[in-house]
């Protein structure tokens, strides 16, 4: 049995009073569940307030990136212990606005996911294709050759802190979202290629969310494809009650 994930995505939203009402409206809706695990991840600045407001609240703390350098010449980066040293233990990697708009590369991506297995870091790895890799069928190879080049270089310990998010992108933001098919599709797909590489017994343990306009309305369906474990969300988890309604629809 996987426990469920709903995290929440805050992009580059919210000030930090804008943050504080956010988490502070979380914790008197949410009711906390054994079967499912959430996590919210708001930007930098926002991370020691919510590290501190979510002390006695079972909701993590995670922060969108980090470089892959220890520390140094790198203006306006953020290290892992930089991370850690506020209480910070899961980080998202590989976002597809990191890739178009940041240039991460593959190898980049490599670099990060070693480091964060190094500093012993929760890493939501995200994978997930173009639409015009869909509309050329392609979109199983990206997904694959995302994975391998980033990811499959780890020894099989890592995935200990390992979840993937499979994010098409043409469902980000856009209210287009992959269908339950096209999701399990996928999700099956990401999962045997784990299995190929490092066995069935790791594979059946991974946690694979799915992320791209996932709302109230499509949440239960999406959640219930037996290759999903959870979602990670972005405009609607800058909502309490969306975000909190997403939450009860991961609750077995
Ligand atoms: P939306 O839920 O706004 O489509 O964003 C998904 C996402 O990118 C989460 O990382």
Same mark, same amino acid.
């Given at each position: 049995?996987?426990?469920?994930?709903?995290?929440?995505?805050w992009k580059m939203n919210k000030t930090l009073p804008e943050a504080i009402q956010l988490i502070n409206d979380l914790k008197s809706m949410v009711k906390p569940d054994k079967s499912v695990e959430v996590i919210?991840?708001?930007?930098?600045?926002?991370?020691?307030?919510?590290?501190?407001?979510?002390?006695?609240?079972?909701?993590?703390?995670?922060?969108?990136?980090?470089?892959?350098?220890?520390?140094?010449? %790198?203006?306006?980066?953020?290290?892992?212990?930089?991370?850690?040293?506020?209480?910070?233990?899961?980080?998202?990697?590989?976002?597809?606005?990191?890739?178009? %708009?940041?240039?991460?590369?593959?190898?980049?991506?490599?670099?990060?996911?070693?480091?964060?297995?190094?500093?012993?870091?929760?890493?939501?790895?995200?994978?997930?294709?173009?639409?015009?890799?869909?509309?050329?069928?392609?979109?199983?190879?990206?997904?694959?050759?995302?994975?391998?080049?980033?990811?499959?270089?780890?020894?099989?310990?890592?995935?200990?802190?390992?979840?993937?998010? %499979?994010?098409?992108?043409?469902?980000?933001?856009?209210?287009?979202?992959?269908?339950?098919?096209?999701?399990?599709?996928?999700?099956?797909?990401?999962?045997?290629?784990?299995?190929?590489?490092?066995?069935?017994?790791?594979?059946?343990?991974?946690?694979?969310?799915?992320?791209?306009?996932?709302?109230?309305?499509?949440?239960?369906?999406?959640?219930?494809?037996?290759?999903?474990?959870?979602?990670?969300?972005?405009?609607?988890?800058?909502?309490?009650?969306?975000?909190?309604?997403?939450?009860?629809?991961?609750?077995?």
């Amino acid at each position: 049995m996987r426990t469920k994930i709903v995290a929440g995505n805050w992009k580059m939203n919210k000030t930090l009073p804008e943050a504080i009402q956010l988490i502070n409206d979380l914790k008197s809706m949410v009711k906390p569940d054994k079967s499912v695990e959430v996590i919210i991840a708001p930007s930098y600045v926002n991370l020691p307030k919510a590290v501190e407001l979510l002390n006695d609240f079972p909701i993590k703390v995670s922060a969108q990136n980090m470089h892959f350098a220890d520390h140094g010449a %790198y203006t306006g980066e953020v290290s892992a212990d930089m991370l850690k040293a506020i209480g910070v233990e899961t980080v998202i990697l590989g976002h597809s606005e990191r890739r178009a %708009y940041f240039n991460e590369t593959d190898d980049i991506l490599q670099n990060k996911a070693h480091k964060a297995y190094e500093k012993q870091m929760t890493n939501i790895f995200c994978v997930g294709e173009q639409l015009e890799d869909r509309q050329a069928g392609k979109h199983f190879d990206v997904v694959k050759n995302q994975l391998s080049k980033a990811l499959f270089a780890l020894p099989l310990q890592a995935y200990k802190k390992i979840i993937i998010a %499979y994010e098409p992108v043409w469902a980000i933001g856009t209210g287009e979202t992959a269908t339950p098919s096209q999701a399990q599709e996928m999700h099956h797909f990401i999962r045997e290629s784990l299995a190929k590489k490092y066995g069935r017994e790791l594979a059946s343990h991974v946690r694979i969310l799915y992320g791209g306009s996932v709302k109230p309305a499509n949440a239960a369906e999406i959640f219930a494809q037996p290759d999903v474990d959870g979602g990670l969300i972005g405009g609607a988890s800058l909502n309490a009650k969306d975000f909190n309604a997403i939450i009860e629809a991961a609750k077995s």
